[in-house]
T-cell receptor, first 111, second 111 residues
């Protein structure tokens, strides 16, 4: 059973556009929600993370929106660039640090 | 910077062989993890360890075992490799309740 559901599986966006990736979860014990970025041939690296006591977190062009009541969170990439082309994973963590990952979104930004 | 290294980037083995994947981290992290990554399935947790000589099963432990004799080293063992274990294997480490840092991955092919 997938603990964290991620969509879409793939996404193509024009340069300068907004990329949006969505995730949903069921377990209300989750208290940490990171997003990881993975380039081909590399391991995933933390991009941005949020805890459920805030509804939004912004770092540069990357924003997490968090809706606790709907048990959903999303990643918004503003002014998307070709260098943002990568696979993105959402995740959720329970106390004790076990992470549950989404299935990933392959983002392609077209110049 | 945290560094997580994995012994091999690419590995080709034959069905029935015993396979060892090694992971070393240099940040004195308590926690270490082994995942496998498959297209459309995301990252799935195989085993994790919160301390030396301690191990816990993840979501897909069948066909795998692990060893943690030293804090910085976490080994994944395939006792008798099978073709359905062809995958990308990712090691990660973390301190308690902090982000997981990933290694570059080992792409294992079992023929």
């Amino acid at each position: 059973q997938q603990q964290v559901k991620q969509s879409p599986q793939s996404l193509i966006v024009q340069k300068g556009g907004i990329s949006i990736i969505n995730c949903a979860y069921e377990n209300t014990a989750f208290d940490y929600f990171p997003w990881y970025q993975q380039f081909p041939g590399k391991g995933p690296a933390l991009l941005i993370a949020i805890r459920p006591d805030v509804s939004e977190k912004k770092e540069g062009r990357f924003t997490i929106s968090f809706n606790k009541s709907a048990k959903q969170f999303s990643l918004h990439i503003m002014d998307s660039q070709p260098g943002d082309s990568a696979t993105y994973f959402c995740a959720a963590s329970i106390p004790g640090n076990q992470f549950y990952f989404g299935t990933g979104t392959s983002l392609t930004v077209i110049p | 910077d945290v560094k997580v290294t994995q012994s091999s980037r690419y590995l080709v083995k034959r069905t029935g062989e015993k396979v060892f994947l090694e992971c070393v981290q240099d940040m004195d992290h308590e926690n270490m993890f082994w995942y496998r990554q498959d297209p459309g399935l995301g990252l799935r947790l195989i085993y994790f360890s919160y301390d030396v000589k301690m191990k816990e099963k993840g979501d897909i432990p069948e066909g795998y075992s692990v060893s943690r004799e030293k804090k910085e080293r976490f080994s994944l063992i395939l006792e008798s490799a099978s073709t359905n274990q062809t995958s990308m294997y990712l090691c990660a480490s973390s301190s308690i309740r902090v982000e997981q840092f990933f290694g570059p991955g080992t792409r294992l092919t079992v023929l």
